[in-house]
């Protein structure tokens, strides 16, 4: 196997192909099972946590929470620029389609044919509510006003994780499961797009974003919906979200 510093990198700039997403992955795996780090798809709803902040995180505190959640440092063996290279390129990536109102395709893997659809984004969304419990201005700002999307992310999680948060649960309480994952993933988008509003609005008189509008998973990336992933199990962080602040 190739040191990690050596795999195969065939762009600096713009979304990460395929290989690149499983040499993070096997990144991200090599990391001792002392240290609770996000995966991939995890990193993924970390990152629109971050950008949905109303103020910008600097780079070193996001990032310092990847490799391990609780920020612990990553033995010196561990390549950390590269991570530190393709997780920014997604943050790029990202932060331009928060900005523009865009729709992205979220790093969401079918995990196998008995999954739910909230089984299947459960990862990506514990993502997001590690990020969102770790930089608190969001919800300290905004919390009222995100209720509804934030409610239709937070339905996919465990109920008992999400501590002092009647009215949120009141809400989820009114959602219908997805019925499709495909549903789901768009919900995930169309959720962050609207939280977007509220937290980074954009100047008046610009248009509707038209990334609200339904789209097919997957249909920049070749549907990544349907490949399996090693990042079914989250590690920690997914016990860890509060829903109410």
Partial sequence: MLPMSNLPIANTTGPLSEAELDSLQTLMDSLPATLEPL???MIDGYLCGVLLQPQPVPEERWLAHIADVDGRRPPTRFDAALMRALVH??????NQAIAQRQWF?????QLDDQATPSETVLPWVAGFATAVDLFTVLMDRHEHALLEPLATLYRHLDPDDLEDAEELLAEIETLAPPETLVEAVEDLVRSVLLMADVSRPQATGRAPHPALARRAVGASRGGPAAKTTPAARPRGPAGRPRGGR
């Fill in 39 to 41: 995966d991939s798809v």
């Fill in 105 to 109: 395709d979220p790093w969401v893997y």
């Fill in 89 to 94: 390129r997604r943050y790029v990536e990202l």
